[in-house]
């Protein structure tokens, strides 16, 4: 059974810098590219930023580049998202994904999502 487990989420200034981790489990990690999601209240979820599967490559969305940072250690079957500057804007519910191609059908898993809000 697959399962990500977001953390690291909470309360910062604007400027200040939260890592967030998404353990996961149930699969072979370190075979797909993950993802991470955000969601603010009223809008829809955003990608923030994916890695490939080996960690050799990233993208990001423009509003966090340069300030974002993804990463991975397959070793522990966990992806980080490192944030800097933050900004009252990147409030949100953030979500780590993995979508898994079994041959026949196309799995999209979420994890529980973790809070951010960047407030003075």
């Known amino acids: 059974q697959v399962q990500l487990v977001e953390s690291g989420g909470g309360l910062v200034q604007p400027g200040g810098s939260l890592r967030l981790s998404c353990a996961a489990s149930g699969f072979t990690f370190s075979s797909y590219a993950m993802r991470w999601y955000r969601q603010a209240p009223g809008k829809e979820r955003e990608l923030v930023a994916d890695?490939?599967?080996?960690?050799?490559?990233?993208k990001y969305a423009d509003s966090v580049k340069g300030r974002f940072t993804i990463s991975r250690d397959n070793a522990k079957n966990t992806v980080y998202l490192q944030m800097n500057s933050l900004k009252p804007e990147d409030t949100a519910v953030y979500y780590c994904?993995?979508?898994?191609?079994?041959?026949?059908?196309?799995?999209?898993?979420w994890g529980q999502g973790t809070q951010v809000t960047v407030s003075s």
């Open positions: 890695i490939t599967s080996a960690g050799g490559s990233t």
């Open positions: 994904y993995v979508g898994i191609d079994s041959g026949m059908y196309y799995f999209n898993y």
